[in-house]
C-alpha cells in the first residue's frame, strides 16, 4: 500500500493543473499515463537484456524498442498541456504505427503483429470521445487496408520464420493482444467505477443540499408539469411532496396568478435567461389549528435546465416572501395613512382659516366702527348691535379653540371626566331643548323618544350633553328643510343606546371608514356649503372612548345618517395618576352649546 500510495502520489504530482481539481478528470489522466509509463520502463528495462541474449540489434529492433520509448512521451505530453483527446490520438498515431511496421516485416496481414490492430480503437474508447475512437477505427482500417494491399501486390519482404516458428509468434500476438485488450477493459471498469462513484457522491451531496434547504427546488417539462420537488416543499405547503409532482403544484397555484406561473416557464424554456415570478401557493393548515387553507405569497426564479436542449426541462427555486408581502403591504398602508395625514392637514387649514378668519375680520371690523362712532354718528341701539355681533364672534372663536383643546386633551391623554349618578332622560331632554328652535329655524322637525323608564346611570354629566349636543347639532346642520331628526334613547343589556337618524344628505360609503377622524368632513356633495371644523364627531368619538362605549355610524347618499352611541349604564373609570394642571383649566364648552347660547341671546 506503501509503495502504490508512492505511486499514486507522483501521478498527482505530474498531472497537469487543470486535472488535479476534478475527480474524474484526474482519474483519465491517470489511467492513460499510469500503464504507458510503466510499459515503457519495461521497455528500457528489457532492452540491455535483449542486447546481451540478442547482440547487436537491426534496424527494425531499434525501431521497435523507440516506439516502445515513445509513451513516455505522451505522458509527457498530456502532462505539460492537458490535451487529454490529443494525447489519445497521438497514442493511435503511434500504437498503429507500431503495428504496422512490425506488420510489414513480419507478413502483411498474416504477421502476428496484425491482430494488434484491433487494440488501437479499443484504447481509443479510454478517451470517451466519439471523434478519437472515430479517428482510431479509421486509421486501424487504414493500416489493415495497407498490410492487404502490400500483401496483394507482392511488395513485403520475404518472410524468414519457418511455419512452426510463425504459429508460435501468431499465438503470441494473440495472447500479447488479448491481456493488453484485458488491461484496457479493466481501466474503462476502474473508470465507470469512479465515475459511477463520484456521480453517487455528488448526487448526495446535492439531495443533502435539496434536503436541508428551506428553499424549494423543482425540476419541469415542457408541460410545466412536476417531475421532480425537494422535500422542502412538504414544510412550506404542508403537504408531502408526491401530491405536488406532475399537475399538484398547478392546482395550488392562485387561479389569478396561473398565467404568469405558465408564462415565466414557458419563456424560461424557449430561452436562455432566467425568469422570476411571484404568485400564490395555496397551503394545507396544520391539524392543530383550522381546517382552512390560507395563501402564501411565493418567489419563484426558474431557468432551463440544459441550454438548446430539445426536452426544454426548467428547473426552479421557490422561496416564501410571505413576510415581505406583508412588509410592503404595511408599507403602503403607511403610505396612505401619510398621505391621508398629509391631506387632513391641508384641509385642516383651509378650514381652520375659514373658521377663524371669519369671526375676526367680523370682531375687528365691528369693533372698529365703535371706536369712530362719532364719525359714523352711531345710535345706541347699533352700537349694541355691533356688540352682540362682536360677542357672537368672539364666542364662535371660544368654540372652535375649545373644540381644538378637547381634541388635543383627548389625543394625549389629558382629559379627564367625572363620573357621577345622573338621570340620562332629563339630560337628552334639556339638550333637545335647546336646539329646538335652531331645529324649527332651519324647517327641519326634531323628535324626541326617550322612555320615562330610563334609570339613572353612572358617567360624566357634561361628557353626556356634549355627545348628544354634538350629534343632533350635526343632524340639523346636515338635514335639509322639510327634514326630520329622530332622537330615542333606550336601555338594551347593562348599556343605554343614544340614536339620532336624520333624513338629511347622508354620507358616502368611502367616506364612513374615516367618519370620527380629526378635521375630516365627508362628502363633495356638502364640503364647504355648512361651517365647522370637523371635529364634532371626533369629539364624540373620545368621548364615547372615554366611557369605554362604542359608536356606529350608518349611512347612504341622500337616504340620511344613523348614529348609534352605547354608553354603558355603570361606567367604573380605571383609575390614573392625579393630574392637577388638567383640572385648573376650564370646562370647554362646545361649538353647539355656544350656538344655543347665541340663539338665547339674540332670542
Not at 521 to 544: C, D, F, M, N, P
Request: charged share 20%; with cysteine.
Amino acid at each position: 500500500m506503501t509503495v502504490l500510495s508512492i505511486i499514486r502520489d507522483c501521478l498527482d504530482a505530474s498531472l497537469h493543473p487543470s486535472a488535479r481539481y476534478d475527480a474524474l478528470t484526474r482519474a483519465r489522466h491517470r489511467a492513460f499515463m499510469a500503464p504507458r509509463l510503466l510499459g515503457s520502463l519495461v521497455a528500457l528495462a528489457a532492452f540491455p537484456i535483449y542486447l546481451a541474449m540478442r547482440g547487436a540489434p537491426t534496424a527494425v529492433e531499434v525501431m521497435a524498442f523507440a516506439w516502445l520509448i515513445a509513451p513516455i512521451l505522451l505522458s509527457w505530453f498530456l502532462s505539460r498541456t492537458g490535451r487529454y483527446e490529443g494525447a489519445h490520438i497521438l497514442s493511435a498515431l503511434a500504437l498503429a504505427s507500431l503495428v504496422a511496421m512490425v506488420a510489414v516485416t513480419t507478413g502483411g496481414i498474416e504477421s502476428f503483429a496484425a491482430v494488434w490492430l484491433i487494440v488501437v480503437p479499443l484504447e481509443a474508447a479510454l478517451s470517451a470521445s466519439r471523434r478519437v475512437v472515430a479517428f482510431a477505427s479509421a486509421l486501424a482500417l487504414s493500416c489493415a487496408a495497407l498490410l492487404i494491399a502490400l500483401g496483394y501486390f507482392q511488395l513485403l519482404p520475404a518472410a524468414g520464420p519457418n511455419a512452426a516458428l510463425h504459429s508460435v509468434l501468431m499465438g503470441a500476438g494473440v495472447a500479447s493482444a488479448t491481456l493488453y485488450a484485458a488491461g484496457l477493459a479493466v481501466s474503462a471498469e476502474s473508470l465507470a467505477r469512479t465515475s459511477v462513484s463520484l456521480l453517487n457522491v455528488e448526487e448526495g451531496r446535492y439531495r443533502l443540499l435539496a434536503r436541508n434547504m428551506s428553499d424549494v427546488i423543482s425540476r419541469h417539462n415542457r408541460t410545466g408539469a412536476v417531475e421532480f420537488i425537494s422535500p422542502a416543499a412538504e414544510a412550506m405547503l404542508g403537504t408531502p411532496c408526491a401530491r405536488l409532482t406532475g399537475h399538484g403544484l398547478f392546482d395550488r397555484v392562485h387561479v389569478a396568478d396561473r398565467p404568469a406561473y405558465l408564462t415565466a416557464l414557458s419563456e424560461a424554456a424557449r430561452g436562455s435567461e432566467q425568469r422570476s415570478v411571484e404568485f400564490r401557493l395555496r397551503r394545507d393548515a396544520a391539524r392543530a389549528q383550522s381546517a382552512s387553507a390560507d395563501f402564501i405569497w411565493v418567489e419563484m426564479r426558474c431557468r432551463p435546465l440544459e441550454q438548446n436542449s430539445p426536452e426544454a426541462e426548467v428547473v426552479a427555486v421557490m422561496r416564501d416572501i410571505t413576510d415581505r408581502k406583508i412588509q410592503e403591504q404595511a408599507l403602503e398602508l403607511a403610505r396612505t395613512a401619510a398621505e391621508q395625514a398629509d391631506a387632513s392637514k391641508t384641509r385642516f387649514l383651509a378650514t381652520m382659516s375659514h373658521e377663524l378668519r371669519t369671526p375676526l375680520n367680523a370682531i375687528i371690523g365691528f369693533s372698529e366702527m365703535i371706536v369712530h362712532e362719532e364719525a359714523m354718528m352711531l345710535d345706541a341701539a347699533r352700537r349694541r348691535e355691533y356688540a352682540q355681533l362682536i360677542n357672537d364672534s368672539g364666542q364662535h372663536l371660544l368654540s372652535v379653540v375649545n373644540g381644538i383643546l378637547d381634541m388635543s386633551k383627548m389625543e394625549t391623554g389629558n382629559f379627564e371626566i367625572s363620573p357621577e349618578p345622573f338621570a340620562p332622560r332629563a339630560a337628552l331632554l334639556h339638550c333637545c331643548n335647546l336646539l329646538a328652535l335652531k331645529a324649527r329655524d332651519n324647517g327641519v322637525d326634531l323628535i324626541t323618544r326617550a322612555a320615562e323608564d330610563l334609570p339613572v346611570m353612572n358617567g360624566d354629566p357634561r361628557a353626556f350633553k356634549q355627545i348628544a349636543l354634538n350629534l343632533i347639532t350635526n343632524a340639523i346642520k346636515f338635514t335639509e328643510r322639510g327634514g326630520s331628526v329622530t332622537v330615542s334613547a333606550a336601555v338594551e343589556g347593562s348599556r343605554l343606546m343614544l340614536r339620532v337618524t336624520d333624513t338629511g344628505v347622508g354620507i358616502a360609503a368611502e367616506d364612513l371608514a374615516r367618519i370620527g377622524d380629526p378635521f375630516f368632513q365627508a362628502g363633495k356633495t356638502y364640503q364647504r356649503k355648512h361651517e365647522g371644523t370637523g371635529l364634532g364627531l371626533s369629539i364624540v368619538k373620545g368621548l364615547v372612548g372615554l366611557h369605554n362605549g362604542e359608536m356606529n355610524v350608518q349611512s347612504m347618499v341622500g337616504e340620511g345618517t344613523t348614529v348609534t352611541v352605547a354608553l354603558p349604564l355603570d361606567f367604573a373609570p380605571l383609575p390614573t395618576p392625579s393630574n392637577n394642571v388638567a383640572t385648573l383649566i376650564p370646562a370647554p364648552r362646545s361649538e353647539s352649546q355656544d350656538q344655543v347660547h347665541q340663539v338665547k341671546k339674540r332670542a
